[in-house]
């Protein structure tokens, strides 16, 4: 991993809101509001529906510090439509269907599950600044506390 602060890789991505609405979004614009992006690897399994509940639940409290959160996987709109539906998440969820943010962020690495190895997403959180740099980042997240966690860095961050 490289050293922080170092500049937030650029992307555009479509993306759905807890109202049904899509979009595209683009890193750049965002800006100057800090962004929290996390990566996690498939809608309505039990991890991540917990982070991204997590997330939601603590999200009025982002919007108060004018930050922007986003939960990226490699599932389709239509997937992280269901997904929050189904789990009430008021986050918005970005689709990186064909993987090239998630390879630029360095989150597609080899896993192993059951002693068989396969490429997939290893939960990661980056907290970029308002001019696009990322100043913290958890590799490898465990859920619990995990949204409480990224929520005080930035309270910290000032």
Not at 1 to 9: N, V
Not at 42 to 52: A, H, P
Request: aromatic residues 8%.
């Amino acid at each position: 991993m490289s050293t922080l602060p170092r500049p937030a890789p650029e992307f555009t991505l479509p993306c759905i809101t807890a109202d049904g609405e899509s979009a595209e979004i683009t890193l750049s614009a965002l800006r100057p509001a800090p962004v929290v992006l996390f990566f996690y690897p498939r809608d309505n399994t039990s991890g991540c529906t917990k982070e991204s509940q997590a997330f939601s639940h603590l999200l009025p409290e982002f919007n108060a510090l004018g930050t922007k959160v986003f939960g990226i996987s490699k599932d389709s709109l239509k997937s992280h439509a269901r997904f929050i539906d189904k789990q009430e998440l008021t986050i918005p969820l970005l689709s990186d269907e064909n993987g090239t943010t998630c390879e630029d962020y360095g989150v597609w690495q080899e896993k192993k599950m059951y002693g068989k190895t396969h490429m997939g997403i290893v939960r990661s959180t980056f907290l970029i600044d308002a001019k696009g740099e990322i100043v913290k980042d958890w590799p490898k997240v465990k859920v619990d506390g995990h949204a409480e966690e990224v929520l005080a860095a930035l309270k910290d961050m000032g």
